[in-house]
């Protein structure tokens, strides 16, 4: 059966999308301080929360301590947004939201979270125009969620 935006459930695939979205900075955030700190990537598990401290002592450049800061707020966003997403796309799926529009704010949501994490990341903190990407994309995802949980509302009002 081939795929298309008419698809039920083809949304929830998104889920998964989004959760690795979430987990891309902080791993991109691992990665990055293993190597700056040129240690095993193993050390670096024991007290994953206290990276940023740790290359601190170590001296690390301004400039990459302030992009590990980035990509820790970028997973810490993402993880506070999840599960208002996770709802929002289970709401759809649930109350009869048609597939096309439910499909095309879910792979939306994926999307503009990629573009976030990258206008969060690689801004380097001068940036004005990158800095008001980030915050456009962020609102223009909050913004999909409330319109897709309306029509969720909707869906559930007309069937009372």
Avoid at 54 to 75: D, F, N, V, Y
């Amino acid at each position: 059966m081939p795929y298309t935006l008419d698809t039920p459930g083809l949304s929830l695939y998104a889920v998964i999308g989004l959760f690795f979205t979430v987990q891309w900075p902080h791993v991109q955030k691992l990665v990055s301080a293993k190597n700056a700190l040129k240690v095993h990537r193993g050390e670096l598990n024991c007290e994953p929360r206290m990276i940023i401290d740790r290359c601190q002592t170590k001296e690390i450049p301004q400039p990459g301590l302030e992009r590990l800061r980035r990509m820790q707020s970028a997973h810490l966003n993402g993880t506070e947004s999840f599960p208002f997403w996770l709802g929002t796309i289970i709401a759809a799926n649930a109350f009869g939201v048609d597939a096309k529009t439910t499909n095309v704010v879910s792979a939306y949501l994926f999307v503009a979270r990629c573009a976030y994490n990258y206008f969060y990341i690689y801004n380097d903190g001068r940036s004005r125009g990158m800095a008001g990407a980030r915050s456009m994309t962020w609102m223009s995802t909050n913004i999909a969620c409330f319109y897709l949980l309306v029509k969720a509302a909707n869906m559930l009002m007309a069937k009372a």
